[in-house]
């Protein structure tokens, strides 16, 4: 059984349910270890449709000191400061101070962004696209993914096939194509490198592709390379929290994982599950 959950959010960004909620289910699921990892201040200029930008950045010193007071309480349960970073392959500066900010256990980098373009809240964006405009995202995906992980700042790779949310079938038929499993192979093992885990995350079985990220073709090239991997719900709402937690380590553990990692300030831990 998978007891700890390290993506979760709460009523500070854009999820229904406050800090102290989302922990409540956490308890009655039994999760030894939970992390939030509520998304991260955004410049300007990084926008989505439905903007959650002034509310987060009102209440985000909120969110860390609710954090905190239940770290102090928490009995049965170990609770972690994280955060999820929107990496923004423009802004690293801005990014380095910002995970700099807050003692976090851990940085969890999440690409949402190409450019300017948050790719993953309109499937309208992604139906004006030919095949080949979209097969080129996919590509900038993950050569951003590779920079993402050279800049040493981030411990975690959150859903590592965000970009098929729209469009999976393009996606497979992509990842047919010559050349295609080299980049996501150079993009994790850069991921590798720098001592990140990558993420298994039940949220896609929730989105329109329809499919655990990472698919089953990138799972097995992570398994390939030896990463090591965290498991995540992506929760939005109390409901959410550990969600399809069995269908992830059913599938992980298909693949030869017997572990995964936890981050902390206090160093890096591996949980049986
Ligand atoms: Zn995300
Ligand atoms: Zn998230």
Redesign the pocket.
Known sequence: MIRVDL?T?TNHSHARDSVRQMFEAGQRYGLAVQGF?E?SPRPEGYDYPTEYREHLAATFEGYISEVRELQAEAEDCQVLLGL?ADWLEDEVPYLRGMVQAHDYDYV?A?IHFLGHWGMDSSAADWEKLSTEEKYSLYERYYGTMEKMAGTRLFQIV??PDLVKIFSVDDFRAWLDMPGSLKLVRRALSAVKDAGMAMEISS?GLRKPCREIYPGPRILRIARELGLDITF?S?S?ATEQVAWSFDKLAAYAAAEGWRESMVFTREGVRRMAF
Do not use: F
Request: aromatic letters at 0%.
């Open positions: 993506h959010h990892s998304h999820e969890i999440g959150a859903h949220a995540a992506d939005h």
